[in-house]
């Protein structure tokens, strides 16, 4: 048994007329980090006591190295199991190699990508591969959302198109 719970009634969306956001715009800049040599067992309470999926792992510099995510926490388990390893470090267990974007990025680029990878976050790097934010399908649900709920901006052409053809005299009468 399903249940509705609302139904609204919003126009089709042309892909012309995608809101213009870039991914500097809609970022998350206050992000909880973790540390490469931080341990497993640490950064998975880190997740838990915040009610977060995973975090990006970045050194000193602030460079990038990858997510720390519920996923890495099913390696941890598998390790676990099979190696006996009390812990690890983080960055044994991270995913070095995720989608990100730039914050130059649009937000049909991101969504985009959202469907064409299986994740929930995408990270935003500078040219030197710094975090600078982080984005979620939820930030991209939330832009979207308040673009709808903006009002249409409607123009009045024809009463442009007859001020561009009178005369000066013939718009004052």
Do not use: W
């Not at 930030?139 to 001020?163: E, H, I, T, W």
Request: glycine share 6%.
């Amino acid at each position: 048994m399903t249940k509705t719970m609302g139904s609204s009634h919003l126009p089709a969306m042309d892909p012309s007329c995608m809101p213009t956001t870039t991914a500097r715009e809609m970022m998350v800049r206050n992000l909880i980090t973790l540390h490469p040599t931080m341990d497993a067992i640490e950064a998975l309470d880190v997740l838990l006591r915040n009610h977060i999926s995973g975090a990006p792992v970045v050194n000193e510099d602030g460079k990038f190295l990858g997510i720390f995510s519920e996923k890495s926490c099913m390696r941890f388990v598998v390790s676990l199991a099979y190696d006996g390893m009390p812990s690890t470090d983080v960055v044994a267990l991270i995913d070095s190699d995720p989608p990100t974007i730039t914050e130059e990025t649009d937000l049909l680029t991101i969504t985009q990508t959202f469907l064409n990878a299986s994740c929930r976050r995408l990270p935003v790097l500078d040219a030197e591969g710094r975090l600078r934010g982080q984005i979620s399908r939820r930030d991209v649900m939330r832009a979207v959302r308040v673009y709808l709920q903006k009002p249409a901006q409607r123009s009045n052409p024809a009463g442009l198109f007859l001020s561009a053809i009178l005369s000066g005299e013939e718009r004052r009468v």
